[in-house]
DNA sequence: TGACAATATGCAAATATGTGCATATACCCA
DNA sequence: TGGGTATATGCACATATTTGCATATTGTCA
C-alpha cells in the first residue's frame, strides 16, 4: 500500500471518527431522516448537524434526496457499521469495563 | 446508542484514522515489526512515528513486547482492517477513478 | 563502566477540526 | 407575493492533532 491509498482511506475513516457522527450513522440505520429530526439526537446547533452530515455525504457514506423542503438522509454504505463492530472487539480486549459500555 | 457510547467508539477510529497510521497497520498485518523497521515506510522523524504507535497501543489495536532494545509491535486486532475494506467499498460507491487507487 | 543503539517525551509551531451565531438560500403554501 | 419552515454557509473563536528538534531513558556489549 502507498500514501495515496492510505490517504483516501483515511479520508473515509476519519468521517466515522466522530461521537456526533457516529450518532448520526446509528440513527440512519433505523431508516431515512431529515436534518430537524437527526438534529433532535443532541442539543446541538442546527448549523452542527448540517455540518456533520456533508461530511458524511462528502465521502459517499450518507446521500441525500430532497422532498419538499426537506433534505432526507439515508446510509448509502451499511458496511460501514462493521467498523463499529470492529471498534467493539478492540475495546473488549482492552478493558471489560470500557467494553460494558459499548 | 448514547453519546458515552458514541465517543468510545470514535475514540477508537480515530486511532485509525490517519494516513501514517493505516501504513503502520497495513505493514503489521505481514509480521511483526519493531520501530526502526516501520520508520522505513516514510521519511518522517523516529519520534513521529514512536507517536503514531503510542496512539494505535493506547486504544489497544497493537500490542508491545521487548527484545532486547527493541519494541516489538504486533497487530492485536486483525478484524480492524476489515474497516480498510468498508473503506474500500464506500470509495467504490463514491468514485471508479478513485476505488482504482485503492 | 562507558559508548552506542533503540525508543520515548517535552516543547513549540503549524495545521486541522468543531462549534455557535448570524445570515443566506430554497421551497412551500395561504 | 409574502411569510414561514428547512437547510446551508461565512465568520470567528476554541480546541485538538501532527510534526520536528532536542533531549531523556533504557538496554546492550566491549
Known amino acids: 500500500m502507498n500514501y495515496e491509498q492510505a490517504k483516501a482511506r483515511a479520508d473515509i ?13 446509528d440513527a440512519l440505520s433505523r431508516g431515512d431522516r431529515c436534518v430537524n429530526e437527526l438534529n433532535e439526537l443532541a442539543e446541538v446547533d442546527q448549523s452542527t448537524i448540517s455540518r456533520h452530515l456533508s461530511h458524511l455525504k462528502r465521502v459517499g457514506i450518507v446521500t441525500e434526496h430532497k422532498e419538499g423542503t426537506k ?13 463499529f463492530d470492529c471498534s467493539v472487539e478492540v475495546m473488549k480486549k482492552v478493558s471489560r469495563r470500557q467494553a460494558a459500555l459499548l
Open 71 to 83: 433534505v432526507i438522509h439515508h446510509l448509502a454504505c451499511p458496511c460501514m457499521l462493521k467498523a
Open 13 to 25: 475513516l476519519k468521517a466515522l471518527a466522530h461521537p456526533m457522527r457516529i450518532l448520526l450513522l
